[in-house]
């Protein structure tokens, strides 16, 4: 590691990269601008968070953008040494299994550019997540989203009270291969935007969840006090107006 920071710090510190001027909150209460340089940290950290991302699961990712802030927040307060620290440290230790790989850069003009990810354990699948014609991701609905679609529906929306289910359309009142555009273009579209346009369907029985997880923000920000007693119900009416 300080083989790599020193290295870092000559090939982008002559480019300008990690040069930081902030204003911090230190620990005595009071702001003070600091001005920083850290390039090799600075190209470490850059590269390290794109090996995360490909790498490590959804949910845990986003939980560990929380964590990190808050380890931040201990080191720099000198808590290096507390039980929450240390706590945090076997999080993150956890977290970073399966963390490995290579990572392309480009140190040009102040800035770190990635340009390319490569990691044995990367969960990214090229043809999973592609919009050409290549894409494998088999779209059907399976007992996976049908249990996911339960749990939305049992969370979402007032107590007591289920969302309204809406009606998609038919896909034969558009044309004889149920595509959206129905005779609005003088050629059809490319065969991948008709396979779009024909799994319409999944997204209209997810709009009574979107509906009802609108209501609950709705309901939120009235308690927050962004919405007037006058302007709460009428936003809910509106919601349920467009959820049929």
Not at 133 to 142: A, I, K
């Amino acid at each position: 590691m300080l083989q790599a920071i020193q290295i870092l710090n000559e090939r982008a510190g002559a480019q300008g990269v990690g040069r930081l001027d902030l204003v911090e909150d230190r620990l005595v209460g009071i702001k003070s601008r600091e001005v920083y340089e850290a390039p090799g940290a600075i190209a470490l950290i850059t590269a390290h968070m794109e090996l995360e991302n490909v790498t490590v699961e959804r949910e845990l990712a986003r939980f560990k953008r929380a964590i990190d802030q808050r380890w931040g927040e201990l080191v720099y307060d000198g808590q290096w040494y507390s039980p929450l620290k240390r706590a945090l440290d076997s999080f993150i230790d956890e977290a970073q299994q399966a963390v490995s790989g290579d990572i392309r850069m480009i140190l040009h003009a102040g800035k770190a550019t990635v340009t390319g990810r490569r990691s044995d354990t990367s969960l990214y699948d090229f043809s999973l997540a592609t919009y050409d014609e290549g894409d494998r991701f088999d779209q059907s609905p399976g007992p996976r989203i049908h249990s996911a679609l339960r749990h939305v529906e049992h969370a979402g929306g007032a107590p007591g009270r289920q969302p309204v289910l809406i009606t998609p359309p038919n896909p034969a009142a558009e044309d004889h291969q149920g595509r959206l555009w129905g005779g609005r273009f003088e050629a059809s579209p490319a065969e991948a935007m008709a396979t779009l346009s024909r799994s319409t369907h999944f997204d209209w029985r997810l709009a009574p969840y979107d509906v009802a997880g609108s209501r609950a923000h709705a309901r939120a920000l009235h308690q927050a006090g962004l919405l007037t007693d006058d302007e709460l119900p009428a936003m809910i009416d509106g919601l349920d107006a467009a959820g049929g």
